[in-house]
């Protein structure tokens, strides 16, 4: 079946850009997307993907795609105290509302 | 303003108590899902609609009931609970598939 995965940690300091990774199995996937998640609070849809581009920039947000190897990166830029917290991917197939969410990525910045 | 309430945000219950947890809408949204986030696994989708009287299976719909007999709710109900079900819930709209809107969450403990 679908999975999708990711690390569970990542540690940096502020100002210094993360990267956070994700790999998904199937191949169907049409949209690609970054939730990022408060302590205590429901997910906040960050940025999404088509399957059909190679990047997408958003301000200090950069999704990088490589469909070939199926993984999805979420660069973010000058990362700041305020940027701690989990970050999930997700797929979704055009058209079927039926959603894949990984394990989460908890970041933790350090001033 | 735009937003997705649960009711209740804590709940305490017993095994084989049916309980039902609510989800509204005020955005007029046609989408709506149920997710279960639990440590380790991320986010798994229970049930989704696309629509009134409109419902499918997600990826772990065993145990739980839902319906959606107006477009602005669709509660999610636990017809005999177990403590395997104890997980924080969250229910989500949205209009098109590159947006979800996510709620604040039901933490629910099943004794």
């Known amino acids: 079946g679908e999975d999708v995965e990711q690390s569970l940690f990542l540690s940096v300091r502020e100002g210094d850009s993360s990267v956070i990774n994700c790999t998904y199995t199937?191949?169907?996937?049409?949209?690609l997307y970054w939730y990022k998640q408060e302590p205590g609070a429901g997910l906040q849809l960050l940025t999404y993907i088509f399957s059909n581009m190679d990047m997408k920039q958003d301000q200090r947000l950069t999704v990088l795609l490589n469909k070939k190897d199926k993984h999805l990166s979420l660069r973010i830029a000058d990362t700041q105290t305020g940027d701690s917290a989990i970050y999930f991917c997700a797929e979704a197939t055009s058209g079927t509302y039926k959603y894949i969410f990984g394990t989460g990525t908890r970041l933790k910045v350090l001033a | 303003e735009a937003q997705v309430t649960q009711n209740p945000r804590y709940l305490i219950t017993v095994t084989g108590k049916k309980l039902t947890v609510t989800c509204s809408q005020n955005m007029n949204h046609e989408y709506m899902s149920w997710y279960r986030q639990d440590p380790g696994l991320g986010l798994r989708q229970i049930y989704y609609?696309?629509?009134?009287?409109?419902?499918d299976k997600g990826d772990v719909p065993e145990g739980y009931k839902v319906s959606r007999k107006e477009k602005r709710n669709f509660p999610l109900i636990l017809e005999s609970p177990s403590p395997n079900q104890t997980s924080l819930y969250f229910c989500?709209?949205?209009?098109?598939?590159?947006?979800?809107?996510f709620g604040p969450g039901t933490r629910l403990l099943v004794l």
């Open positions: 989500a709209s949205g209009t098109a598939q590159e947006t979800q809107y």
């Open positions: 199937d191949s169907s996937s049409t949209y």
């Open positions: 609609s696309m629509n009134v009287e409109v419902t």
